[in-house]
């Protein structure tokens, strides 16, 4: 009985052993699982901070503190360039790149009364401006292209004058012995004699009409910008007037009407917008002293193209003298001697029978 009651607590023994052995096998197996994880969480919370630094929470004191400083940069009187965003019948706003738009109503956009906002202003458009206000009651920023230009316009100006630029706008008003234009928001005059190549008569029928113009006098002093179209035209018709006399041939003949007499020669209209010179000497045969000597203003005259050099035509009336002298010598027809005329009237008369 001893034997069987020693025999069972030496199992029991070995199994509590086991079950020890087990259990410390697990343990050490779940310390070895969880290490990594330790790592993991000692790593994450080495980064936590650095992390927060980063990208700290975003507050409202925060960003009304960013507006403030904002709106400390932009003082009235100050002139902002910004991008035009939208264009209405009564305004234009610009994206500043501040905090809010700018806002421009027209009336302070420009004086020119034919002024269009919708057909002169366009999405994208750099415009510069002065602010007037810094809120103008819905937190824009309203602005004044108008005061601007007291400022930038007048050197705008200059350049164009300097660059001979050519500039379409339309006539505005009409005054004594001119018509007025705006050009970048500024009046300008144009003397009627600087409206046309030719004199212009009644300039009420210029009013609203589009026209080209190059700037000639600015002086920001006593506020005046004075602009003419006749340099432009001028320009253009002698280049209109150099490529049709390319297309005149040398030994041309044609007619033409003596427009100018000079000590010199003659000057011939010839149509078209051309004319050419007759030098004296080759007026007549004869020698004259003056061209007046056989020609006046009015004649009609033939003349013949004896050369094109730099855009003018040489002309000559004796050329043509000579030629019909060449012909009237080819066609003249030589007589017999008086003898023989009488011996072929002699034989004649003998042939007849009466």
């Given at each position: 009985m001893e034997d069987e009651v020693k025999v069972t607590e030496e199992l029991a023994q070995?199994?509590?052993?086991?079950?020890?052995?087990?259990?410390?096998?697990?343990?050490?197996?779940?310390?070895?699982?969880?290490?990594?994880?330790?790592?993991?969480?000692?790593?994450?919370?080495?980064?936590?901070p650095a992390a927060e630094k980063a990208a700290p929470a975003e507050s409202m004191a925060d960003y009304e503190a960013e507006l403030n400083a904002s709106l400390k940069q932009i003082h009235e009187g100050d002139v902002l360039t910004g991008t035009v965003i939208g264009v209405s019948d009564t305004e234009v706003t610009l994206d500043l790149k501040y905090y809010t738009e700018g806002v421009i109503r027209v009336e302070d956009f420009t004086d020119d009364p034919n002024f269009n906002v919708k057909e002169e202003v366009h999405i994208g458009d750099e415009i510069s401006a002065t602010v007037v206000r810094r809120d103008g009651g819905q937190g824009q920023i309203m602005l004044s292209r108008k005061e601007a230009n007291d400022v930038l316009a007048w050197d705008r100006l200059k350049t164009l004058m300097e660059k001979q630029t050519i500039i379409k706008t339309k006539v505005a008003g009409v005054v004594k012995a001119g018509v007025v234009v705006y050009v970048e928001g500024i009046r300008g005059?144009?003397?009627?004699?600087?409206?046309?190549?030719?004199?212009?008569?009644?300039?009420?029928?210029?009013?609203?009409?589009?026209?080209e113009l190059r700037v000639i006098d600015v002086n920001e002093e006593d506020k005046k910008l004075i602009l003419s179209a006749r340099e432009i035209?001028?320009?253009?018709?002698?280049?209109?007037?150099?490529?049709?006399?390319?297309?005149?041939?040398?030994?041309?003949?044609?007619?033409?009407?003596?427009?100018?007499?000079?000590?010199?020669?003659?000057?011939?209209?010839?149509?078209?917008?051309?004319?050419?010179?007759?030098?004296?000497?080759?007026?007549?045969?004869?020698?004259?002293?003056?061209?007046?000597?056989?020609?006046?203003v009015g004649d009609k005259v033939k003349v013949k193209v004896i050369a094109v050099k730099d855009g003018k035509l040489s002309l000559s009336m004796k050329a043509l003298q000579d030629v019909a002298a060449e012909e009237i010598q080819e066609e003249t027809i030589e007589l017999p001697k008086s003898e023989d005329v009488s011996t072929n009237l002699g034989s004649l008369f003998a042939k007849l029978k009466l």
């Open positions: 070995a199994q509590t052993a086991e079950a020890a052995a087990q259990t410390e096998t697990a343990e050490t197996a779940s310390a070895a699982e969880a290490e990594p994880a330790k790592a993991a969480e000692t790593e994450a919370a080495k980064e936590a005059f144009v003397p009627a004699s600087k409206l046309s190549l030719n004199y212009v008569e009644n300039l009420e029928e210029w009013l609203g009409k589009e026209v035209l001028r320009e253009r018709e002698a280049e209109e007037k150099k490529a049709r006399i390319s297309n005149v041939e040398v030994g041309l003949v044609t007619e033409g009407t003596v427009e100018s007499l000079q000590p010199y020669g003659a000057f011939i209209n010839l149509g078209n917008g051309l004319s050419g010179l007759v030098h004296v000497s080759q007026i007549s045969e004869k020698r004259i002293k003056s061209p007046s000597a056989v020609l006046k």
